[in-house]
């Protein structure tokens, strides 16, 4: 059963400090996407990775977010400084995209991130 | 700017009726459209998708409705059983960036039994 794993599930930390969010994309799967839930906007995608390459975080803050695929299993978000606001629920999904065509996305169950 | 919307945060459904969510868009070159459903502590799951090329797709209890010309779809379910209780998110994406997807910000639906 293949499924998109994220590490950690909880993370609590104090502001100012650095959180790095895991994600394992289902075997096979070249686009990984992040995305980010808060209770006002919904799902805000963050950036998305095609073949490991960065096609797009235009939807994350720049100066403290960054996105990073080391190899095809493993997809990382890093905060540096953590910021109280940046609290919320991250997910990671993983889908197949063949020429034109985006397959659908598969979710992990998520980072859930409070920052004190 | 969000380009798609759900503008009910809630909906309640008697268990064996039919439960009616909405969403809108902004965006004309959105072709795909999906609907999502999350339980909690849980990542968001595929349900149905729909094409541009149709305005019907129809997955057991699950219909997706759309209309281009109203830059609106819906999705029903019938009949609604409690264990639907959940929050369902719609998803468009276009031939302009056919790998991002543009989500609304969710409904949550409780049946109640």
């Not at chain 1, 805000?44 to 996105?67: H, I, Q, T, V």
């Not at chain 2, 009616?20 to 004309?28: A, G, K, P, Q």
């Amino acid at each position: 059963d293949a499924r998109v794993t994220q590490t950690p599930r909880h993370k609590v930390t104090e502001m100012g400090q650095e959180v790095t969010m895991r994600c394992q994309p289902i075997l096979g799967h070249n686009t990984v996407f992040w995305y980010r839930q808060t209770m006002m906007q919904g799902l805000e995608l963050l950036a998305y990775f095609r073949n490991r390459a960065p096609l797009d975080d235009s939807g994350m803050p720049k100066d403290r977010f960054s996105a990073e695929m080391p190899d095809a299993t493993l997809a990382t978000l890093k905060i540096q400084p953590s910021e109280p606001r940046d609290s919320a629920v991250y997910f990671c999904a993983s889908g197949l995209a063949a020429g034109q065509l985006q397959e659908t996305q598969y979710f992990g169950p998520g980072t859930r991130l409070l920052v004190l | 700017d969000q380009q798609v919307k759900q503008n009910s945060p809630s909906l309640s459904v008697q268990e064996g009726r039919i439960s009616i969510l909405n969403c809108d868009y902004t965006n004309s070159m959105f072709d795909y459209f999906l609907w999502y459903k999350k339980y909690p502590a849980e990542g968001p799951t595929f349900l149905i998708s729909i094409s541009s090329i149709k305005d019907k797709n129809e997955d057991g209890r699950f219909t997706v409705f759309l209309n281009k010309s109203a830059k609106h779809l819906s999705l029903h379910i019938v009949p609604s059983q409690p264990g639907d209780s959940a929050v369902y998110f719609c998803a468009a994406s276009g031939i302009h960036n056919f790998n991002k997807f543009y989500f609304g910000s969710g409904t949550k639906l409780n049946v109640k039994p």
